[in-house]
């Protein structure tokens, strides 16, 4: 083990351990996702022996040269930006789609899903900020995209994903709260909003403050990407 992710991985659980008994139910857990751009598989690896059970992956070329060294134990997520024509590629050995943007990408990822008689599990990502340069769908259409993607056979919603515009992360997580709280009380048929994907190596405090329960970590965990 590297002692720099280890003391890296140590610093992050007592910080999110924090967060979450001052701000949140006891029952509530939250997940500590490794974000493996550009990192090496062995150092990946170092953080599955560490006990991480999640990986998120924002390439797919990327993903599929790496993906058969990663050790057993962890389940991986996909949260980049998908293009349609690479969805087949990821279909089977991903848990979760943190990127569902449009109703295009969600209709491939259904029609991939039935050829594989599986139903893919998608959180619907949100431009919080309304960035024009930041994918996901503009707040005032998610609520539009879930309806419309929960009638597909092949996908089930789990809930939202964000990356919120610099300096802005409290008053972005405070939104999502809300309007994941707003989503979850409509009861959508065929949704679950249960997830909710926030927080990222500089705020993954605040966002367990806001709700989050996956907060997704790259440069925290394995030092800056060159
Ligand atoms: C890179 C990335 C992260 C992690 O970013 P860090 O600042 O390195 O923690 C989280 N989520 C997404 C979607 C990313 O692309």
């Known amino acids: 083990m590297d002692p720099v992710i280890y003391e890296n991985l140590k610093r992050i659980r007592f910080e999110v351990g924090e967060a979450k008994a001052r701000y949140r139910k006891p029952e509530d857990t939250v997940r500590i996702m490794a974000v493996t751009k550009t990192v090496p598989y062995e150092r990946v690896n170092t953080v599955i022996d560490d006990g991480i059970t999640l990986l998120g992956e924002n390439r797919v070329q990327e993903y599929l040269e790496k993906k058969d060294h990663y050790r057993s134990g962890a389940e991986v997520h996909f949260i980049g930006r998908l293009q349609t024509n690479k969805v087949k590629y990821i279909i089977d050995s991903v848990k979760l789609i943190h990127s569902l943007d449009s109703m295009k990408?969600?209709?491939?990822?259904?029609?991939?899903?039935?050829?594989?008689?599986?139903c893919m599990d998608v959180l619907a990502e949100v431009n919080i900020g309304g960035e024009e340069s930041k994918s996901g769908a503009p707040e005032s259409e998610v609520r539009q995209l879930i309806c419309e993607a929960s009638q597909l056979k092949n996908i089930k919603i789990?809930?939202?994903?964000?990356?919120?515009?610099?300096?802005?992360?409290?008053e972005s997580f405070e939104k999502m709260q809300r309007l994941f709280c707003d989503l979850r009380s409509d009861k959508p048929d065929n949704v679950d909003m249960d997830i909710l994907s926030m927080g990222m190596s500089s705020d993954y405090a605040l966002a367990v403050k806001y709700g989050s329960n996956i907060v997704r970590i790259g440069s925290g965990i394995f030092g800056s990407r060159k």
Request: proline share 7%; glycine share 12%.
């Open 158 to 170: 789990r809930g939202l994903m964000t990356i919120p515009p610099v300096g802005k992360s409290e």
């Open 105 to 118: 990408l969600a209709e491939e990822i259904d029609r991939q899903a039935a050829k594989k008689g599986i």
